[in-house]
């Protein structure tokens, strides 16, 4: 048994499963020969989508599109957030394309009881700097709070609104009679920012979603309203979600010890990766004799998902874990020194972005 929704993931996924019960594509052999070369496309990482086969043509034929992607600012960033912004990323470099990243203050004050509006705006600003962090054209990407554009946002989202009854907000999110009303009109507004520059623009302009695929439920609404509103349908593009250190569900900010922040310093890394459940053998013994299984280790995942780009070297450490002549010890290591080198850089341009904060947080 498992679970995807916006807001709940749990249970081992089956990533085949969601793509029908979604009703998603699956990323075929032949698209990925029209997009750019990314080991997250390689290693079926990003797996699944929506008409990207259309943006693939609208970029051919040179017609404008753009990306739009977001943060629900609840907490402090962890690893598995990343991974879909290093992809946008990826895109905006390759394509050159204009990125609008959503903060959603609004969502996070909504579905959170323990967190005040001032709490989320705080956090969205926080939050900011790791996107900021990455490496984004500050020429081509808008960073964008709900709360401080409802000006632009509002007009398109009750649009949406108007469209979407309360019997399929509780379909599609499982809301019931004692949900807030403002969570039940909330999806309206992550719909909005997907026909922004239709709107903006009084043309239609295509975008693609790239993103985990716990998001398809809200994207899923915005295609059904798109074409009555006159807009053209998003596009998008989903990964798998990385697994938490405790080799089960997704990493989630409400399980701290089994998720690795891009605040949490040298030491905090190595326990965190220390404890981490693996696919070792009981004893080292057994493991020298019989190998790991890779494919259940949350550390194997970590490698393969984000730290170890190189597909020779990925395979190298599940080929040398599965004959017993990689040791879980030596296979951590490997992994907190990874991501220690990667958040001491990210520290500082972390450091770097609160200077440059306004050149990306905008209003549209
Ligand atoms: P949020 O803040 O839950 O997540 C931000 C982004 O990170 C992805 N994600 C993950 N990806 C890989 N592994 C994980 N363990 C993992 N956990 C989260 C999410 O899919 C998301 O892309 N409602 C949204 C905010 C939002 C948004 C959007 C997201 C507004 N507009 C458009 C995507 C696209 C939210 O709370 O995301």
Same mark, same amino acid.
């Given at each position: 048994?498992?679970? #995807?929704? @916006?807001?709940?993931?749990?249970?081992?996924?089956?990533?085949?499963?969601?793509?029908?019960?979604?009703?998603?594509s699956k990323i075929t052999e032949e698209l990925l020969q029209k997009l750019p070369?990314?080991?997250?496309l390689?290693?079926?990482?990003f797996f699944a989508h929506?008409d990207l086969d259309k943006i693939i043509k609208?970029?051919?034929?040179?017609?404008?599109?753009?990306?739009?992607?977001?943060?629900? @600012?609840?907490?402090?960033?962890?690893?598995?957030?990343?991974?879909?912004?290093?992809?946008?990323?990826?895109?905006?470099?390759?394509?050159?394309?204009?990125?609008?990243?959503?903060?959603?203050?609004?969502?996070?004050?909504?579905?959170?009881?323990?967190?005040?509006?001032?709490?989320?705006?705080?956090?969205?600003?926080?939050?900011?700097?790791?996107?900021?962090?990455?490496?984004?054209?500050?020429?081509?990407?808008?960073?964008?709070?709900?709360?401080?554009?409802?000006?632009?946002?509002? @007009?398109?989202?009750?649009?949406?609104?108007?469209?979407?009854?309360?019997?399929?907000?509780?379909?599609?999110?499982?809301? !019931?009679?004692?949900?807030?009303?403002?969570?039940?009109?909330?999806?309206?507004?992550?719909?909005?920012?997907?026909?922004?520059?239709?709107?903006?623009?009084?043309?239609?302009?295509?975008?693609?979603?790239?993103?985990?695929?716990?998001?398809?439920?809200?994207?899923?609404?915005?295609?059904?309203?798109?074409?009555?509103?006159?807009?053209?349908?998003?596009a998008?593009i989903?990964?798998?979600?990385?697994?938490?250190?405790?080799?089960?569900?997704?990493?989630?900010?409400?399980?701290?010890?089994?998720? #690795?922040?891009?605040?949490?310093?040298?030491?905090?890394?190595?326990? /965190?990766?220390?404890?981490?459940?693996?696919?070792?053998?009981?004893? #080292?013994?057994?493991?020298?004799?019989?190998?790991?299984?890779?494919?259940?280790?949350?550390?194997?995942?970590?490698?393969?998902?984000?730290?170890?780009?190189? !597909?020779?070297? #990925?395979?190298?450490?599940?080929?040398?874990?599965?004959?017993?002549?990689?040791?879980?010890?030596?296979?951590?290591?490997?992994?907190?020194?990874?991501?220690?080198?990667?958040?001491?850089?990210?520290?500082?341009?972390?450091?770097?972005? /609160?200077?440059?904060?306004? !050149?990306?947080?905008?209003?549209?």
């Amino acid at each position: 048994m498992f679970k #995807v929704t @916006p807001w709940e993931v749990s249970g081992k996924i089956d990533y085949q499963k969601l793509i029908e019960e979604f009703g998603v594509s699956k990323i075929t052999e032949e698209l990925l020969q029209k997009l750019p070369d990314h080991f997250m496309l390689r290693r079926g990482i990003f797996f699944a989508h929506r008409d990207l086969d259309k943006i693939i043509k609208a970029r051919e034929n040179g017609e404008k599109f753009y990306l739009y992607t977001g943060r629900g @600012p609840s907490g402090k960033i962890h690893i598995g957030h990343l991974l879909p912004w290093a992809f946008n990323l990826f895109l905006q470099k390759e394509w050159g394309t204009e990125l609008y990243f959503q903060l959603t203050d609004d969502e996070k004050f909504l579905f959170n009881e323990g967190l005040s509006l001032e709490d989320t705006k705080k956090l969205a600003y926080d939050n900011a700097l790791d996107i900021i962090a990455l490496g984004f054209d500050p020429k081509k990407t808008t960073i964008f709070l709900d709360t401080e554009n409802m000006n632009v946002l509002y @007009p398109v989202a009750i649009k949406v609104a108007k469209r979407v009854t309360f019997s399929t907000a509780k379909a599609v999110f499982g809301f !019931d009679s004692s949900t807030n009303i403002g969570s039940i009109f909330y999806t309206s507004i992550q719909s909005a920012p997907a026909f922004l520059l239709s709107e903006l623009e009084k043309r239609s302009i295509m975008c693609l979603i790239p993103c985990a695929i716990d998001q398809d439920p809200h994207f899923r609404i915005t295609r059904d309203v798109a074409e009555p509103l006159g807009y053209p349908k998003p596009a998008s593009i989903y990964c798998k979600l990385l697994p938490s250190l405790a080799g089960s569900d997704k990493m989630s900010s409400s399980s701290p010890e089994s998720s #690795v922040f891009t605040t949490d310093d040298e030491e905090t890394v190595r326990r /965190k990766v220390m404890n981490a459940f693996t696919g070792g053998a009981p004893t #080292v013994k057994e493991q020298r004799l019989q190998g790991g299984n890779p494919d259940i280790c949350s550390v194997y995942a970590y490698h393969f998902f984000c730290f170890e780009p190189d !597909d020779d070297r #990925v395979k190298g450490i599940y080929d040398r874990c599965r004959n017993g002549s990689l040791m879980c010890g030596e296979c951590k290591t490997m992994l907190v020194d990874e991501i220690n080198s990667f958040l001491l850089k990210h520290r500082k341009k972390r450091e770097w972005a /609160k200077e440059h904060i306004d !050149d990306f947080v905008k209003r549209i």
